[in-house]
């Protein structure tokens, strides 16, 4: 199963993205488990995940919450804001599973 946590401000403007993303994953028979955070729970959050991705808004802070997340091994990248603006579930879910492939 892969395990991807979309991350932003408070967790709800990824929440409908979660749900593309989860659409699109069983369209193609993927076993994923996809949640969205807020910044203030990632610290709890980020090591129950292989990948997290950033909303936009708070693409600013990827320095710092890589740091965080560098001693589970886990990537922190922003998501493509036009693929987060249209909402492309197909297009973001593809991005993250390429960084959890390209991880181990």
């Not at 993205?17 to 729970?41: N, P, S, T």
């Not at 610290?43 to 292989?50: D, I, K, M, P, S």
């Not at 990827?62 to 922190?76: S, T």
């Not at 492309?88 to 390209?102: H, M, P, R, T």
Request: proline share 3%; aromatic share 6%.
């Amino acid at each position: 199963m892969k395990k991807i946590m979309l991350c932003c401000s408070a967790g709800m403007s990824t929440s409908l993205l979660v749900k593309k993303m989860v659409e699109e994953a069983q369209k193609r028979g993927l076993e994923v488990d996809i949640k969205a955070f807020g910044v203030a729970e990632f610290e709890q959050q980020v090591g129950h995940y292989q990948v997290v991705l950033l909303g936009p808004q708070v693409k600013y802070m990827q320095k710092d919450l890589q740091q965080k997340a560098n001693p589970y091994g886990i990537k922190v990248e922003p998501i493509n804001m036009m693929d987060y603006g249209m909402q492309k579930g197909g297009a973001v879910l593809d991005f993250a599973l390429s960084l959890i492939d390209n991880n181990n």
